[in-house]
């Protein structure tokens, strides 16, 4: 719809656009549904890269440099980004919700390496229950240094995950 409406957007109102229709459409439930067949991240990838051509200038750039411009991170990103802040929420009770039903904390940590919320990871017998938000999101949850998870507010448990070079994928 917006690239039917508008042919050559300047940068601000393409922001404006995007952040207020495309975006919700990409991250919609996103914890609950977080695509992991190689066909969903292909089809919301293409929306995205789609949307980043109709801006004048940079239309006809690559892709990771339209991001780049544009300041935007992959959705990929974004998704582990969201997940980390809802296991931050869930621990430290900022939700109204049970956590030991979802999540687990590992016992045999003893406390020598890494933060105190460290996560059990159990195995799973089954390919669909590896991506199930409870699995997914444990070994990157364990890998953040402890000045990130010990954040006393919400806030600045984001500000520290933004700038933590820990929580980059391509390490994971």
Not at 28 to 47: F, G, M, T
Not at 114 to 123: P, T, V
Not at 137 to 157: E, I, K, M, Q, R
Request: glycine fraction near 4%.
């Amino acid at each position: 719809m917006v690239s039917r409406q508008f042919r050559d957007l300047d940068k601000a109102s393409f922001l404006i656009l995007y952040k207020g229709f495309i975006r919700p459409y990409l991250e919609y439930a996103i914890q609950a549904w977080s695509p992991y067949l190689k066909k969903d991240i292909a089809y919301l990838w293409k929306v995205q890269r789609r949307a980043t051509k109709i801006i004048k200038g940079i239309g006809s750039m690559p892709y990771s440099k339209r991001l780049d411009e544009l300041k935007f991170t992959t959705l990929e990103k974004r998704r582990l980004r969201r997940d980390l802040i809802e296991v931050y929420k869930l621990l430290t009770g900022r939700e109204n919700i049970d956590h030991t039903a979802i999540l687990q904390l590992d016992d045999s940590c003893y406390g020598t390496r890494g933060h105190k919320y460290k996560l059990k990871k159990y195995r799973s017998r089954l390919d669909i229950r590896k991506h199930f938000f409870s699995n997914r999101v444990v070994s990157h949850w364990n890998s953040l240094p402890s000045h990130v998870v010990d954040a006393d507010t919400v806030l600045t448990f984001k500000k520290r995950l933004d700038v933590c070079n820990e929580w980059d994928i391509q390490s994971w």
